[in-house]
């Protein structure tokens, strides 16, 4: 299910997530795609905040972002996305972290 990130359960899930190692490791998938710039942008935030998020390697060129679990995940078929536990899925996920870690150096 892809939300935005609007809803108070989400950015409080966000934010839960983010801020306990234990839990982000449980609960968040980053679907990434190395060659892609959108992604690229979120792996910098990532390490700028001094975060480690499990990540899944989408494979764009071979258009596994167009397979029917992808499409589950991400009906708009891109990267990047944020799965979080509850199975809704972030893709403004700079807005999403810079919301959950504000003042994460």
Same mark, same amino acid.
């Given at each position: 299910? @892809?939300?935005?990130? &609007?809803?108070? $359960? +989400?950015?409080?899930?966000?934010?839960?997530?983010?801020?306990?190692?234990? /839990?982000?490791?449980?609960?968040?998938?980053?679907?990434?795609?190395?060659?892609?710039?959108?992604?690229?942008?979120?792996?910098?935030?990532?390490?700028?905040?001094? @975060?480690?998020?499990? &990540?899944?390697? $989408? +494979?764009?060129?071979?258009?596994?972002?167009?397979?029917?679990?992808?499409? /589950?995940?991400?009906?708009?078929?891109?990267?990047?996305?944020?799965?979080?536990?509850?199975?809704?899925?972030?893709?403004?996920?700079?807005?999403?972290?810079?919301?959950?870690?504000?003042?994460?150096?």
């Amino acid at each position: 299910m @892809l939300v935005e990130f &609007t809803s108070t $359960v +989400d950015a409080v899930t966000c934010a839960v997530a983010v801020q306990n190692p234990i /839990a982000r490791e449980n609960s968040m998938k980053f679907y990434d795609c190395a060659t892609a710039p959108s992604p690229r942008r979120v792996r910098i935030f990532l390490a700028e905040k001094g @975060l480690t998020v499990p &990540t899944v390697q $989408v +494979d764009l060129r071979n258009g596994e972002q167009l397979t029917p679990s992808f499409r /589950a995940l991400n009906p708009d078929c891109t990267v990047p996305v944020l799965e979080l536990d509850s199975g809704a899925a972030i893709t403004d996920i700079i807005l999403c972290m810079a919301r959950c870690t504000p003042g994460r150096q």
